[in-house]
Structures are given as C-alpha cells and as structure tokens.
C-alpha cells in the first residue's frame, strides 16, 4: 500500500492542537446556565436576541433574578429566518416557548467526516455543526476531523470551512468571535480510502482528542461521499479497529443512497455488519430530522380530536407529495444511474409514508417506532413487474418556463444522454392491507422541474354522507407541510356570513412562528441525535430492506426499458396527464 503524501506543514501540528481551546465553551452557550444568562442579558434587537431576550426572562423567572435594564448585543449578521415582532402575552413572555429550552448534550466526542471537502459537508454538515456548537449543544471537549482525499493541510481546511460558514444560508446569526473560536477545533487528514495510512491518521486524532478531553475516544464517523465509498470507510475503520467500543462509543452514519437495489442494499448491510453493530448503524434520511415529520406523531398521537379519525371509516385517501421546481443542477453523473425511483421514492417518501400510516408506538423509542414502521412496510401489497403499469406513473420533463425564463428538457442537460430513459417524476399507488387502512389509498409522488418546491402529507377525509346542504361539499383535509414554510393546517367548510345557508372552504393554520423560534436544520437535529445515541430517526436495516422490496417491481419493469412517451410533461407544469388517471376520476391532487 502507497502510504499517501501529506502535503507541506501537514504534520507540524500544533502541540497543543486542541486542549487549549476545546476546553472552552463558545460565549453564547446556554449551558452556561441560566442563572448566567439572566445575569448579563441583552437587548433584543435582532432576531437571535429577541430569543434570547425571551429565554433571559424566562430564566429569570425560573431562578427568581429581576430583569435589569440591558444593553444591546451585536450580531454580525441578522437571522434569515421569520420570528414574529412580538410575543403572546406583551410583557415579552411567550407561553408557548415554556419547555425550549435545550438540556441536551452529548459526551465528549470527535465527529469525523469522510468527504469533508465535498458539497454536502459544505451547505449542510459544517453549518449544522457550528450551529450546535455555537448554541452549546455540544459541550467544551469536542473538535471535528475532516478527512478527504484532497491534499489539504490543517490550516487550508481551517479556512475552507470557516469560508463555507460565511456563505452559507444554514449558518444563522454569527457571534462575534466564534468563528475564530470554532477554527481552533477543526482537523484535518486526508490520503486513500483504501489503504491503511488514512485511518491510522484518523486513530492518532482520536488519541490526541482523548488527551486533550481527558475522556474516552467516543467518535461519530460520518460518510459524506459517494456510495460506492460506503464500503471501503467501513472496512478500513474495522481494520484498525476504530469501530472498537472498548474505550469510547463509537458511531457511523451513513448518506443515502443506501444500495442502489434490493440486492445492493442488502450486500452493503452485510458488509457494514462485519465491521458493526446494528446498533452502532446510524442510516441518515434529513426529511426525518424536520421538525413537521416529528409534530406529525405529536399532533395525531397526541390529540384525541385526530387518532380517532386516522383510519378507513373517516379518510378518503393520503396524498404525499415532494415536489421540486430545480433541474438537475450539474448532478447528471449521479441521476442518470439513480433516476427518481433511487433518488426519492424509495427512500424519503416511504419514510414519510411509514410515519403516515403506522400504529401507535407502545412507547416513544427507537425501536418502538421503528418497529411499527416496519409492520406497516410489510403491510403494503407487493407491485410485481407485471402490475406497475395499473399502479405507477413515470414521467420526464421536457423544455419548458420556470419563473418567466425558459429552461431546456431533461435529455438537454448537460452529460445526459440523448434519448435517456431516466424518469424525472413517478407518482405511485400503494394499498395497506391491515384492519386500519383496508381501501384506502395512499397516493406518493415526486419529480423535478415541476412548478414549485414543496413537500406535503394531506391526510384527505371523505365526504359527508348527508348532502343537506346547497352546492354540495368538499372533503376535510389536515396538511403537514414540510417544505417550505413548516407547519399544520386544516382545511374544513364554513357558512359565509349573511342570509343564507352557503357554505365555504376554510383553512385553519399552524405555524411554528407561534413559539417565537427558529426552526433548526434537520442535519444539526440528527447530528445531534447520533452523538447522543438516539436512534429514534435513523431508519433500521429492516426499514430498509422492505422499501427496497417495495420498488423493486417498479425498478424492474423500468430500468432499462425505452419510454417512447418521453418527454410526457412539459417544465412548470405537475406531471404526465396519466398521473391524473391514476388518483382516479373522483378525486384530484391538490393544488399546492
């Protein structure tokens, strides 16, 4: 094995690299305590101080300090994101944040990221981190390895991620000196991820953050890189036995895709299951990580109002819907091999229809839910090749408008090749055949280039069985959305004012405005979770074994076989005419 250069001050590294400063805990932690914060409040002038405002008084009240007169704080940067100017109950309290505040942390821990320098890492993984960090989730002993196969010395990668920070949309609301503070606890290796010399660099990391912690090498190792590296990260910690729990925990979290089919997915499971644990596995899926996916359990669960409605007798159908208005933006190499089958359906949208249409869970636990997600996956009557066409559409998008500007088809994207078979939409009809859902069907659908980006779950019910009323009525629907702009409404009919008896549409809605917070990345909510050992939202090898064999049929009857239809819908628009055929002539899909 060619033991892989370092490239020039490389292993001159600081003596000290990170006890001196990981040590310290960033300036704006709450784990500084409350008392602490009550003590030296700020004025709320921004939207982070407007929080913290909030927080301060609340803290107050908690430890019973009075609330001096404060003087403004200054932020580098003002929040992206919507808080409300002011907050129920006028003397800057807000009921609703009673309970936010935040009290967990993990051990200490080094978090290695393979592909560091990648696009992942860039937009998400390193705001997500800092983010955490900056909010004192992740305590004072802890740094961050990045590893990649780019020549990069410390100081380089430093200034890369402190770049990435200072660009990114995710990264809310810097403090002043943070991000000096937060340089000092980046690393950074990089050599062959088939050889041995790069996990013997990421060991000797581990070694130094154990001394300078005065702990346990507990490390969470996360692959940030293409799948076909999956394997190869995992036998190469194994052999230098990194996956080794005896003197730390030790985690790994793994990108989608995860296989490519049900025979990929399976091979790659027994291959990270020679190296680990079951319960060291961490399948990261971010849509589980939004905090809407979440409420959907809450709000049905824990509402009397709506379980009792969630089954055959009172809903219709269930629409799941990820649209996205990009193209495929450079990403061609990728889709071209995935496809919207890969990309989407079988992993994001089965989740979420996992979560949709499971049981109550005997406790809120990992395993608990996790298991009911799998009952309800081995629910859903098989598509075998031969009954695909009667139950999924495909589609590809052809030229078309995208906010005033013209945009080319998916065949004339750059790398795609003329006459591509590669579906950009599928819509599908899944059938749960249990006591709960017998008839009901849930209705999936995702594709590109249509008008806008959202993602729903719209839990639709039937009709009334009386028509007492003049004009007819619309079914009742309860939407989750996802994507964007969070939040709950319910749709329901009411009389307009006046003389008669007229009815009309009316739509209830929840947003997460209402606590007065920021709704926080989905990477840095299941960051979060792996380092604490929740696996609560990381689906199981068995999830992913049954949504695999869920789409398998439809995989079959498509790869590979020419679409003469295509392109069969036109950018902008949402989808082929036959997606239409097949939520049936009595229902539609919702405008959005």
Do not use: C
């Amino acid at each position: 094995m060619t033991k892989p250069k370092k490239a020039a001050g490389t292993s001159a590294k600081p003596p000290a690299k990170t006890p001196a400063t990981a040590k310290k805990a960033p300036s704006t932690s709450p784990a500084r305590t409350s008392v602490a914060k009550a003590k030296a409040p700020a004025k709320a002038t921004t939207a982070r101080a407007v929080r913290a405002a909030v927080e301060q008084k609340d803290a107050a009240k908690d430890v019973g300090v009075a609330q001096p007169a404060q003087k403004a704080e200054p932020a580098q940067r003002k929040s992206r994101k919507r808080v409300p100017a002011a907050v129920p109950g006028g003397d800057g309290h807000n009921p609703f944040r009673t309970h936010m505040r935040r009290n967990r942390a993990p051990e200490p821990a080094t978090l290695v990221i393979f592909g560091a320098t990648g696009d992942l890492a860039r937009r998400k993984l390193l705001p997500a981190v800092f983010g955490l960090w900056q909010d004192g989730l992740l305590g004072s002993a802890f740094n961050i390895v990045g590893v990649g196969r780019q020549a990069m010395t410390d100081e380089e990668f430093k200034d890369y991620a402190l770049s990435a920070l200072k660009e990114s949309k995710e990264t809310d609301a810097i403090q002043p000196g943070n991000l000096e503070k937060f340089r000092e606890l980046l690393y950074y290796e990089y050599g062959d991820f088939s050889g041995d010399e790069v996990y013997d660099l990421v060991g000797k990391e581990l070694d130094r953050a154990e001394e300078a912690h005065g702990g346990r090498k507990n490390a969470l190792f996360y692959l940030s890189t293409p799948p076909s590296l999956f394997e190869p990260i995992s036998s190469g910690l194994g052999r230098l036995g990194l996956a080794d729990e005896s003197e730390g925990w030790r985690r790994i979290v793994i990108e989608k895709p995860f296989g490519r089919d049900l025979a990929s997915a399976r091979a790659l499971n027994d291959a990270i299951h020679r190296v680990w644990d079951e319960s060291q596995v961490y399948r990261i899926d971010h849509y589980l990580g939004k905090e809407t996916v979440q409420n959907l359990m809450a709000i049905r669960f824990g509402n009397a109002i709506f379980e009792p409605l969630w089954n055959r007798g009172y809903v219709d159908h269930v629409q799941i819907t990820a649209s996205e208005d990009l193209g495929l933006e450079g990403r061609a190499g990728y889709y071209e091999e995935a496809g919207v089958v890969r990309d989407m359906l079988q992993n994001h949208l089965m989740q979420l229809f996992a979560l949709t249409a499971m049981e109550a869970p005997a406790a809120f636990d990992a395993d608990a839910i996790r298991d009911e997600k799998v009952k309800v996956l081995r629910a859903v009557k098989e598509i075998p090749k031969g009954r695909v066409k009667s139950v999924a559409v495909r589609g590809q998008y052809g030229a078309g408008t995208m906010d005033g500007e013209k945009v080319p088809g998916y065949r004339q994207e750059p790398n795609v090749k003329p006459g591509s078979p590669t579906p950009t939409y599928v819509a599908v009809k899944l059938e749960v055949d249990n006591w709960r859902w017998q008839g009901v069907p849930f209705f999936l659908r995702t594709g590109k280039r249509l008008p806008k980006k959202v993602t729903e779950i719209a839990v639709v019910f039937k009709r009334p069985p009386l028509g007492i009323f003049p004009g007819g009525l619309e079914r009742n629907v309860l939407a989750f959305r996802i994507q964007p702009d969070e939040g709950v409404n319910l749709k329901f009919s009411s009389k307009t004012p006046g003389q008669e008896m007229v009815l009309r549409e009316v739509v209830m809605d929840f947003r997460y405005d209402a606590f007065g917070a920021q709704l926080e990345s989905p990477y840095s909510r299941l960051l979060l979770d792996a380092m604490l050992g929740d696996a609560t939202l990381f689906p199981r090898e068995d999830e992913v074994d049954h949504a695999w064999q869920l789409v398998s049929g439809i995989l079959e009857a498509w790869d590979g076989v020419s679409a003469p239809e295509f392109p069969n819908y036109t950018s902008g628009t949402w989808g082929p005419e036959a997606a239409d055929e097949l939520i049936g002539p009595d229902r539609r899909w919702r405008r959005l």
